[in-house]
């Protein structure tokens, strides 16, 4: 059974972004499901899927991605491969286009599991990726806006205002982005790609590169993450959910079990995706928005969901 879910982020996302956000989940879950089809394998559909959403600066992955508290676009991503335990991540990570690629490499190509900051980008170069400055205007105005609120009154001393300040204000989160695939042979595989919650500290690095908290396969199940990314370093959110798939719940089941540890432990803005080894497909979130895409083989065509309630797209 082939099967493929991508989410773009949790977030309370404006209406002007709705549509933009819509079209980009379907065609990054387009581009893995081909991969599917064709005969590729779940980590190929899942880098090209997350490549698509990283492409799209709509979504906070790739270009377009948030900015740090000194107006910097560190980016985060893992890939993970569920048959072998294969993962590869790259976090703080500079002037590289698909980070997600980069995690791929690193598992691939050394022996490690994580590369961090310059060691990561000069690795990036010895792989050939291009220096690419991944920050766009939109950011920059966001970002810009964002730190003249903190200016006038709301101060940033430490983690907690952060943390009110999305509650505040939960648009800044959108959206981490990542993908669950099973290929036709029953491998699984999951990725994410960040960059990271809007004015994260210089040196933060949150749940997406981490294997077990933002990402994670086994042969049971995979796992992608978003949110607040402390509340899945702490829950170890996506490991958490995949063994519940071990112990027999289903994907929904398991995304849900996952969500509501979340909101009886840390109570944090979060979000996850999944799918098991038959093919079923889960997601649930504690935010307003989580827009997911996905099918599997005993559905016609791509569904959408997580939209916000109040938005139509005649309005
Ligand atoms: N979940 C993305 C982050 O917290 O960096």
Known sequence: MRA?????????????????????????VEAGYAVLKSGGDALDACEKAVNVLEDDPVFNAGTGSA?????????DASIMRGSTLQVGAVADVRNVKNPISLARKVMEETDHVLLVGEGAEKFAR?????????????????????????????????????????????????????????????????????????????????????????????????????????????????KTVVDFMKIGLSAPKAAEAGIDLINNTVNMMAGIITIDRHGNIGFAHNSRDMIVGFINENMDSIEISGIPEDWRKDD
């Not at 493929?4 to 990054?28: D, F, P, Q, T, W």
């Not at 294997?211 to 199940?221: E, F, K, R, S, V």
């Open 4 to 28: 493929i879910i991508v989410h773009g982020g949790v977030s309370e996302l404006k209406k002007e972004k709705v549509e933009r956000a819509v079209n980009g989940v379907k065609r990054a």
């Open 67 to 75: 900015l740090t508290l000194d107006g910097q676009c560190a980016m």
């Open 126 to 238: 010895i792989m050939g990726f291009p220096e690419y400055d991944p920050i766009t205007e939109e950011r920059r105005m966001e970002w810009k806006k964002l730190m003249d609120r903190v200016m006038n009154g709301r101060s940033l001393k430490h983690w907690k205002k952060l943390s009110e300040l999305i509650k505040k204000h939960p648009e800044i989160l959108h959206g981490t982005v990542g993908c669950v695939a099973l290929d036709e042979r029953g491998e699984i595989a999951a990725g994410t790609s960040t960059g990271g919650v809007f004015l994260k500290l210089f040196g933060r690095v949150g749940d997406t590169p981490i294997p077990g908290a933002g990402t994670y396969a086994t042969i049971y199940g995979g796992a992608s993450a978003t949110g607040i990314g402390e509340a899945m370093m702490r829950t170890l959110l996506a």
